[in-house]
């Protein structure tokens, strides 16, 4: 993969904006994480994580200096005004900003990541929306974030890029319950499959979060990193061969 150029993709909501989810092509790291590593906690060489970083940042917003967050699992967005040293990023699991020549980025590998925008107010968010993330509301509170920054809610527009679909995404009873527990309405998100399992519909309830929420758009490109080995990361995956670690996928915005 290290042949092949880097890839972004983009989303149609978010044209004319600096972003791109990044496939695993076109980085530096080889073995079980080859391609376009950028997770700083993969295990993975930290000079070639470094440099698979740079090249996912040139590829969407060249010259732009990239702010990340030590991702937990939480529903925390920070709001962005001077770059921090990514050797001491804060715990938390969304970003927003308003200030040109920042490029947010988060790092997924099964979780939805989301990137939003208001266009009118040059401001930008990134959410890393896995399930805990999801329903402790992440998303709803980067929207507040950039609504403190000035952006509007019926203005601001939203991409989930790619992250486990339904049909690789088996469940238990009990993260059923959880949800069901939130609003018996979640229900539709799961789909029975073998005895006291259920396919779980991440992509999906992300979007009713976003939509509930009242933002002018929401994108959802449909794009299952479980089953495409060739462009992207899996936890999961990799979790069931028993590898020992895996790598992260990169999603990047800018504002202005």
């Known amino acids: 993969m290290t042949g092949e150029p880097v890839e972004a993709i983009r989303a149609e909501v978010l044209a ?143 991409a989930i890029g790619p992250c486990i679909a339904q049909g690789s995404y088996e469940v238990d009873t009990l993260f059923r319950e959880r949800f069901l527990a939130d609003s018996p309405a979640n229900a539709d998100f799961f789909l029975e499959g073998r005895a006291d399992h259920f396919q779980f519909d991440l992509e999906g309830y992300v979007a009713m979060r976003l939509e509930t929420a009242g933002i002018g758009a929401v994108e959802a490109l449909g794009l299952d990193t479980y089953g495409d080995e060739g462009r992207f990361y899996s936890f999961r995956r990799s979790t069931h061969r028993g590898e020992p670690s895996y790598g992260r996928l990169i999603s990047l915005i800018a504002a202005g």
Not at 49 to 73: D, F, I, M, W
Not at 105 to 114: E, L, N, W
Request: net charge negative.
């Open 16 to 158: 004319g904006i600096a972003h791109g989810f990044l496939s695993r092509r076109g980085g530096a790291s080889t073995g079980a994480m080859a391609g376009l590593n950028c997770g700083p906690g993969s295990g993975d060489d930290a000079a070639i994580v470094a440099e698979n970083r740079a090249r996912a940042v040139a590829a969407v917003a060249p010259g732009a200096r990239l702010v990340s967050v030590y991702q937990v699992h939480s529903p925390v967005c920070v709001t962005v005004g001077e770059p921090w040293d990514e050797n001491a990023r804060p715990e938390a699991d969304a970003l927003a900003t308003d200030r040109p020549g920042l490029v947010l980025g988060i790092v997924t590998a099964d979780c939805a990541p989301v990137l939003l925008a208001d266009r009118e107010a040059g401001v930008a968010g990134a959410a890393h929306a896995g399930w805990k993330g999801a329903i402790a509301g992440v998303t709803d509170n980067t929207i507040a974030a950039m609504e403190a920054l000035g952006a509007k809610r019926d203005r601001i527009v939203a």
